[in-house]
């Protein structure tokens, strides 16, 4: 058994947006009790993260890390058709990964007590996201 559906988010640029509650809804509505939700965004310069939900300076210092690995504007870049902050999201899209797969049980998401399901932007300026969501059991 299967289901599928795709979700938008609006972003408001780099920083993370909380799916869990919508890709929960659509757990409850596959009518999966037991088995896999697999979400993935159909985009190259954001991703999808499973991390702490209760402490939101865990998601800020994911980004102050994700300057690190992935700076803006690195001269050695050679991909800047859409700015300094291009290049910088398709590197960081590439380490945070583009799908995350969550068990599902009971008819609902087994997630850890802290843990929450976000969309990650890696751009600066605001998008609106679509994103994949798969029940299958």
Known sequence: MAHQQTIEASTNGRGTTEITAE???I??????????????VLHTS???????????????????LARRWAPDGDPAYRHDNEGDDDMAAHGRNIL????????VCNGDLKLGTWQGIYLWEHRTVSH??????????
């Open 96 to 103: 945070a990964g583009s799908s995350i797969t969550v068990p």
């Open 27 to 40: 757990v409850r509505a596959s009518h999966v009790e037991t088995g896999l939700v697999n979400i993935f």
């Open 128 to 137: 609106r996201r679509r994103i994949v969501v798969t029940v299958v059991g």
């Open 46 to 64: 954001c991703s999808v993260i499973l991390t702490e939900n209760a402490d939101p300076t865990v998601r800020r210092d994911l980004e102050m």
């Open 23 to 25: 890709v929960a809804r």
